[in-house]
């Protein structure tokens, strides 16, 4: 009886032990797959910013010429908030930063082939543009504003006023500035060109009535041109400007959302801000 006894007690064993190992269908769904762990790590490597630590180099393209976000000074070197905080990104990143200047209309293109990591550019959210690429959280909120020929002071006084056929209005192609004009202004005689200066300066040089561009850019154009335009200075449209990178890459986004928010936190974008956007003491620096 005693030998009977040991050996029940041997078999509950077994079975108790044999039970305490096996995982329950809800357990197992738990643990995820040799497969599925090998592939979350395939698409680690695969991100953009894997590819910048291990190239030692931060590639941002954007176009010179948007003030003040990035502009070539008299010696030949960028300059801008833009080309500041792309400078602070590499910092963080711990590697080199390396710009690179693209025409605009082909900037979306180079980013999706390669030719650099970002855009950091004055881009602004667009749907249309989202389809194609993926923007990070908006880093500064702007929107089109208008410069006028002074003999037009007191005649003006709203967008809404521009919308006639009498009235030329100019802004740069491919521009939200464009955009606006067309949606907001279709019956006025629209005039694109290739960059800002030359669509500001039809209006100075009385060949056009207005110029429509983003409110940074038009106080530095006020700033430079003085009692030669006016400046009606409130927005009519709402526009978040915003990094690009390519689409289907959550670890860089997350790494710049990260970065943007710690840099509005520790000063460092206000100090960005002040000089760039609230002061126009750099403008010494583009021309002599």
């Not at 090998?38 to 695969?46: A, D, G, I, T, Y």
């Not at 005649?155 to 740069?172: A, E, H």
């Not at 629209?190 to 800002?196: A, D, V």
Request: glycine fraction near 6%; aromatic fraction near 12%.
């Amino acid at each position: 009886m005693k030998r009977l006894a040991c050996t029940f007690a041997a078999f509950a064993l077994v079975l108790f032990a044999f039970g305490c190992n096996q995982e329950t269908p809800k357990q197992q769904a738990q643990q995820p797959a040799p497969q599925e762990i090998n592939v979350k790590l395939e698409l680690s490597k695969m991100s953009t910013l894997e590819k910048v630590l291990k190239r030692g180099e931060l590639r941002v393209g954007f176009e010179s010429g948007y003030v003040p976000f990035e502009m070539t000074n008299k010696k030949g070197n960028f300059i801008g908030f833009d080309i500041d905080m792309a400078k602070e990104m590499a910092k963080a990143m711990g590697v080199k930063f390396v710009p690179v200047n693209t025409a605009w209309d082909g900037i979306i293109p180079a980013l999706l082939s390669d030719k650099f990591d970002i855009i950091m550019s004055g881009m602004t959210v667009t749907q249309e543009r989202n389809l194609k690429i993926g923007f990070a959280d908006p880093y500064i909120v702007v929107g089109q504003t208008i410069l006028l020929n002074p003999k037009l002071e007191g005649t003006i006084t709203s967008y809404k006023d521009l919308n006639d056929p009498k009235y030329t209005v100019t802004s740069k192609l491919g521009t939200t500035g464009e955009q606006a004009v067309k949606r907001y202004i279709p019956k006025c005689n629209y005039k694109s060109f290739e960059n800002e200066t030359e669509a500001v300066l039809e209006v100075i040089n009385g060949k056009a009535d207005a110029y429509v561009y983003d409110l940074p850019n038009c106080v530095y154009f006020k700033a430079e041109y003085g009692d030669k335009v006016i400046f009606l200075d409130k927005p009519f449209t709402f526009e978040p400007l915003a990094w690009a990178i390519n689409k289907g890459d959550p670890d860089f986004m997350n790494w710049l959302n990260n970065f943007l928010r710690q840099v509005k936190n520790d000063g460092r974008y206000e100090r960005m801000y002040n000089k760039w956007i609230l002061h126009q003491e750099w403008i010494k620096e583009l021309s002599e």
